[in-house]
């Protein structure tokens, strides 16, 4: 079982930046990857960016070029730097950690941290 905790939401002005954390109860060393998803209201759930344990990444196009992801094994936490932020960036962000086992994968989830960007 790994519990997420994220954090460093908050409200910011369009073109700003923020950084999100997520900190795991237990080593993600080992976990498959690592990644950032959102929600806005009346949306579906979406990927927003993700890191594997061998350090690829992956984002969504709408973000590419705004944002990164990064890991630090040794914290077993996972950043989210978001740069030149826009209205519609704003969103509940949940930290997800997945983890493939031989024959299906364990999904974590945390609480989810808002952002609000104002335009």
């Known amino acids: 079982q790994v519990q997420l905790v994220e954090s460093g939401g908050g409200l910011v002005q369009a073109g700003g930046s923020l950084r999100l954390s997520c900190a795991a109860s237990?080593?993600?060393?080992?976990?498959?990857?690592m990644g950032w998803y959102r929600q806005a209201p009346g949306k579906q759930r979406e990927l927003v960016a993700e890191?594997?344990?061998?350090?690829?990444?992956n984002y969504a196009d709408s973000v590419k070029g705004r944002f990164t992801i990064s890991r630090d094994n040794a914290k077993n936490t996972v950043y989210l730097q978001m740069s030149s932020l826009q209205p519609e960036d704003t969103a509940v962000y949940y930290c997800?950690?997945?983890?493939?086992?031989?024959?299906?994968?364990?999904?974590?989830w945390g609480q989810g941290t808002q952002v609000t960007v104002s335009s």
């Open positions: 237990t080593s993600i060393f080992s976990i498959s990857a």
């Open positions: 997800n950690a997945k983890d493939d086992r031989r024959f299906y994968t364990l999904n974590y």
């Open positions: 890191i594997t344990s061998g350090g690829s990444t």
